[in-house]
């Protein structure tokens, strides 16, 4: 019984979080950190053939390709 409250009230409170990290100026934060995180270096970003931004890590030098 008190392990079914422990993560029902888990549940309740990351609930809450993900509806308050998800409302739209966080998402304004998020943007400027992944931002200055590509000025910084330690992401790599590349426009693919339908021109949509893809992040890869910093030690990568091309994107891995999946299932070719």
Do not use: C
Request: aromatic share 14%; charged share 30%.
């Amino acid at each position: 019984m008190p392990t079914e409250i422990w993560l029902l009230g888990t549940a309740v409170v990351f609930t809450f979080l993900g509806m308050y990290f998800s409302r739209p100026n966080h998402l304004g934060v998020i943007e400027k950190v992944i931002d200055d995180l590509v000025k910084q270096g330690y992401i790599k970003n590349y426009k693919d053939s339908k021109g949509e931004t893809e992040l890869i890590k910093w030690w990568e030098d091309y994107p891995k390709e999946v299932d070719k």
